[in-house]
């Protein structure tokens, strides 16, 4: 975030007064045309929001449990960093596929295998949904 200040003027006449806009009131020059020592000023500020996004999605049958699952999109990792994360199990198309990278564009993962040689990482059932 930045700030910038423009020029003080007078309150009353808009005269542009050469002091400091940070002045304070008791200390103020009167006005050269109309004696005023009310100020009149601009202040601008600038900022800068980055916005992140996410999708996850779960398809199921009319009957059953799910068939696919996904998570795409940004993830806020445990180190504080961001990663921007692809995260699918695939029971039809028996598809396991995972890739974080950090936002440094470091890959940290990257897993693209059968859904059934995944086994054993503490993951198996696929993202945590309640319900399923
Ligand atoms: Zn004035």
Redesign the pocket.
Known sequence: MSTQFGTSR?G????PIDEPIITPTAARKP?A????ISRNFALGINSTIELRSSLKSIARPTVGKWFHKQFQGARLQASGLWADVIDVYDRRGNRRRERVVLETGEVIRDVDHPLTDHKGHGSDKGPRTPGT
């Open positions: 007078c009353q006449c808009s005269e006005c045309r109309c004696g005023s």
